[in-house]
């Protein structure tokens, strides 16, 4: 911008932005209205009809423009002409002055009302009903009884129509926590499977490292009595407990990097005295007998005690010995022999004869349809039926929260509210 434009804007004050302009096509031409009488003696003598011009405020702002006239007032008519004639003619007479800015003196439009409160409205009802149905979902979760675990309520019981294999994960530390991993657990599904003509046979997608000796027991005696096939897919690792469970089926695949074996008991006592020597600890126990606080772990085992405990380990130890050479078929010495503690690849467990093969679960699939004497199978997940909660949360994960109606329904016919 030259200097003389700038004194000009100065003075005389640049149109506002987004102003219709008054007078000329260019952008410089339409700077340069309202400038003293020299520029208007510069242009050219040929200019066709001049244009009006902007009056000059003495506040240095550019006057209002006049609106257009004729074409506005067509484009008026033709917009109230199409909107339909049952409504107020005040709701489409503002909104045709917006697009020119509000004269002094006008009413600007009324924006139309955002219906927000609606969708909040709608989200604190879903999060007020779902937080009632949580609340009755954990009250039936903790007070359902081992009933659960029956025959009727695995939740793959309905999808099983023809000849089918069913697999049952034990996975993690052997114990009693009421999963497949568990006594209780393993035989609720043994017993579904065992009803249903459909099942033909089950394969155990065993990934354990073992756990509590007399739940392995317990479990191992289940898959001995089962009637029909039983085939060992191994994962990661197959030891101690979990392999005392496996040697009960009637054929076990390994992978070759498994580890697998681990034939042996452990019994920890830990002896703390010395630390609470050090920190200045004192406990004193009384006890109905001598060696009653021998596993307290504030002090050291006595010989006599030592012994005690080493005996017990040894009968368990004989324990899983027995249940391995039963079911793999092997002579006890053989067995003995492996029981080392520590487990053997896939590879060398097959040469030593703790696994038949190597192969994936779908080996063991394979192998179970030939030993229950059919072509080919489907496959289902024998698990116990999700509890409530957790049917709740799916409902949550999967269902539009904004649909109330369709939510109550499904919590109706899915968790069982009254």
């Given at each position: 911008m030259s200097d003389q434009n700038q004194w000009q804007n100065a003075a005389w004050g640049a149109p506002q932005e987004g102003a219709p302009s008054s007078g000329g096509t260019s952008a410089g031409q339409g700077q340069g209205q309202g400038a003293p009488s020299q520029q208007a003696a510069s242009q050219p003598p040929y200019q066709v009809a001049p244009q009006p011009q902007a009056q000059a405020n003495p506040y240095g702002y550019a006057a209002a423009q006049p609106r257009p006239t004729a074409a506005y007032a067509a484009q008026s008519q033709a917009a109230y002409a199409a909107q339909p004639q049952s409504q107020p003619a005040a709701a489409y007479a503002a909104p045709a002055q917006a697009p020119y800015g509000t004269a002094a003196g006008a009413v600007p439009a009324q924006q139309p009302k955002r219906?927000?409160?609606?969708?909040?409205?709608?989200?604190?009802?879903?999060?007020?009903?779902?937080?009632?149905?949580?609340?009755?979902?954990?009250?039936?979760?903790?007070?359902?009884?081992?009933?659960?675990?029956?025959?009727?309520?695995?939740?793959?019981?309905?999808?099983?129509?023809?000849?089918?294999?069913?697999?049952?994960?034990?996975?993690?530390?052997?114990?009693?926590?009421?999963?497949?991993s568990s006594p209780e657990g393993l035989k609720s599904q043994l017993d579904a499977a065992e009803q249903n003509p459909h099942i033909k046979a089950v394969v155990l997608r065993v990934n354990s490292g073992g756990g509590v000796a007399t739940a392995g027991e317990e479990m191992s005696t289940y898959i001995r009595d089962f009637s029909k096939p039983v085939v060992v897919s191994s994962a990661s690792i197959n030891a101690s407990a979990a392999y005392m469970i496996s040697s009960q089926a009637d054929y076990i695949f390994t992978d070759k990097t498994t580890s697998i074996g681990s034939i042996g008991v452990i019994m920890s006592v830990t002896d703390l005295s010395g630390l609470y020597e050090k920190l200045g600890i004192s406990v004193e126990n009384i006890t109905s007998a001598d060696a009653k606080d021998s596993g307290a772990g504030n002090r050291p085992l006595t010989e006599e005690e030592r012994a005690w405990y080493q005996d017990q380990v040894d009968q368990i130890n004989e324990v899983f010995i027995n249940f391995v050479a039963e079911g793999r078929d092997m002579p006890v010495e053989d067995v003995r022999a492996l029981a080392t503690g520590l487990t053997f690849t896939g590879m060398d467990a097959v040469e030593n004869g703790l696994a038949d093969e190597l192969g994936t679960q779908e080996a063991a699939v394979a192998k179970a349809c030939e030993l229950a004497g059919i072509a080919d199978a489907d496959t289902v997940y024998l698990q116990s039926s999700t509890s409530d909660l957790s049917r709740l949360l799916d409902i949550m994960g999967?269902?539009?929260?904004?649909?109330?109606?369709?939510?109550?329904?499904?919590?109706?016919n899915r968790v069982g509210l009254e």
């Open positions: 219906r927000g409160w609606i969708v909040g409205l709608a989200a604190v009802l879903t999060v007020l009903i779902l937080g009632v149905a949580t609340i009755g979902s954990c009250t039936s979760v903790f007070t359902s009884s081992m009933g659960a675990f029956s025959y009727e309520s695995p939740s793959w019981s309905d999808t099983v129509t023809g000849d089918t294999v069913g697999i049952i994960n034990i996975s993690g530390t052997i114990q009693y926590d009421g999963t497949t999967t269902e539009d929260s904004l649909d109330v109606s369709g939510t109550l329904k499904e919590l109706e």
